[in-house]
């Protein structure tokens, strides 16, 4: 990755709360006056951001951006933009959630409730390409046999099954899923059911209650 002090870095913050995407930013740019921002209130809007934006150096993602269920937004950017280094910024920060986001395949971990030195601190490893993440997580038991079962099933999807699988978990219909993606609602009937055949499950409820399981299991 770019070297944070000396480099002009464009870092993408998705988090549909604006006074810490201010935090988030000031953070940022006193390790780094070249910091460009680009920003996203929802996943929709971070979709559209990344079909658009070819250069970023980081990505940092709310696991609760409206539009998501749980770590489905981490799973659509890890398997539509694997180039895009990801962390993830939550206020959800137990040590198996933490586990199971850098087992899917973020970078780092940071906890809203970060102090600004650790959250400076956390942010400059990551620009330097390490990961970071809690003590506390890096160190607990972590128990995650099913949860790996399920998260292995679930990276076989490609990006568009992705996100008819996120749509399904909105429960939204195959119809209205069609209309919200721009396709016809065969194309979505063919993704259910390849979906379902990667899932190795047989309804289309069983397979939107999988990304819930993710956090069920761990």
Request: glycine content about 6%; proline content about 5%; overall charge negative.
């Amino acid at each position: 990755m770019k070297n944070p002090g000396n480099t002009a870095l464009r870092v993408l913050i998705a988090d549909d709360h604006p006074l810490f995407r201010s935090a988030i930013k000031s953070a940022l740019f006193s390790l780094n006056h070249q910091t460009e921002f680009v920003e996203a209130g929802f996943f929709d809007e971070l979709c559209e951001k990344l079909d658009q934006e070819q250069d970023i150096d980081l990505i940092l993602l709310d696991l609760k951006i409206p539009g998501v269920i749980d770590f489905s937004g981490l799973f659509y950017i890890r398997t539509n933009f694997p180039h895009f280094p990801v962390v993830i910024i939550s206020g959800n920060d137990d040590p198996a959630t933490i586990r199971t986001a850098l087992n899917i395949g973020a970078s780092g971990f940071i906890p809203k409730s970060a102090d600004p030195e650790t959250l400076e601190k956390a942010l400059k490893s990551v620009l330097e390409g390490q990961s970071w993440a809690p003590d506390s997580a890096l160190v607990s038991e972590f128990s995650g046999n099913k949860n790996s079962e399920i998260i292995n099933k679930i990276k076989m999807l490609t990006p568009q099954q992705m996100r008819v699988l996120m749509k399904l978990s909105q429960g939204l219909l195959n119809k209205q899923i069609a209309y919200e993606l721009g396709v016809s609602e065969a194309t979505i009937k063919a993704h259910v059911s390849a979906i379902l055949k990667k899932l190795d499950v047989d309804s289309r409820t069983h397979a939107a209650i999988l990304l819930t399981k993710i956090s069920e299991v761990v």
